[in-house]
Nanobody
């Protein structure tokens, strides 16, 4: 089993910054990609940013230029630096990983429990 634990959420004023961290642990052989998703009340979960092995990343249009995803391959962590936050960024942010467990032939999809980010106007 692979476990993902997010940290760093909280309450911030519009224009402020937060940094989210997700740590993966457990029976990990390798991780292909890690990503951040978010889900606002009454809305579907959406991809915020994703980073794959090799460092290529992609972002939702709504966060381009404001958010930066980065990964520490040695520590199996992924960070999301969020700047110039807006009230519409308010959501529960989830970490996701495509990971191989030791002995597995294909990767599985793993999710964290989520961390709340609230941006006040």
């Amino acid at each position: 089993q692979v476990h993902l634990v997010e940290s760093g959420g909280g309450l911030v004023q519009s224009g402020g910054s937060l940094r989210l961290t997700c740590a993966a642990s457990g029976n990990i052989y390798s991780i292909d990609a890690m990503a951040w998703y978010r889900q606002a009340p009454g809305k579907q979960r959406e991809l915020v940013a994703k980073i794959i092995s090799g460092g290529n990343s992609n972002y939702a249009d709504s966060v381009k230029g404001r958010f930066t995803i980065s990964r520490d391959y040695a520590k199996n962590t992924v960070d999301l630096q969020m700047n110039s936050l807006k009230p519409e960024d308010t959501a529960v942010y989830f970490c996701q990983a495509d990971a191989y467990e030791r002995g597995a032939s294909w990767p599985q999809d793993y999710w964290g429990q989520g961390t709340q980010v609230t941006v006040s106007s």
